[in-house]
């Protein structure tokens, strides 16, 4: 079992910067893969970024550039870093983990579990 606990979320004029946090509690090493979703009112669930366990990392388009995710193994705590940021990027944000083994990290995978979200808004 694995407990996602994400935090960092608030309110940022456009061009501003916020690092999202996601506390997990259980194992993620090895064979995991962890994502940052988002949701905005109106719109479908959408991937941002994914992170394999090797480290390896893919972003959506509308992020590339100005987002970026991380993890530090020792905390057990994933992070995305976002700059540069939108009143596009305006939505609920969500941390999500999986067990991928040896397959690609994809936003498409079936992630069995998630946090309970993080609201992210940008001011024009």
């Known amino acids: 079992q694995v407990q996602l606990v994400e935090s960092g979320g608030g309110s940022v004029q456009a061009g501003g910067s916020l690092r999202l946090s996601c506390a997990a509690y259980?194992?993620?090493?090895?064979?995991?893969?962890m994502g940052w979703f988002r949701q905005a009112p109106g719109k479908e669930r959408e991937g941002v970024a994914t992170r394999n366990s090797d480290g390896s990392t893919s972003y959506a388009d509308s992020v590339k550039g100005r987002f970026t995710i991380s993890k530090d193994n020792a905390k057990n705590t994933l992070y995305l870093q976002m700059n540069s940021l939108k009143p596009e990027d305006t939505a609920m944000y969500y941390c999500a983990a999986v067990y991928a083994g040896r397959r690609f990290c994809s936003p498409t995978m079936d992630f069995g579990y998630w946090g309970q979200g993080t609201q992210v808004t940008v001011s024009s």
């Open positions: 259980g194992y993620t090493g090895i064979g995991y893969c």
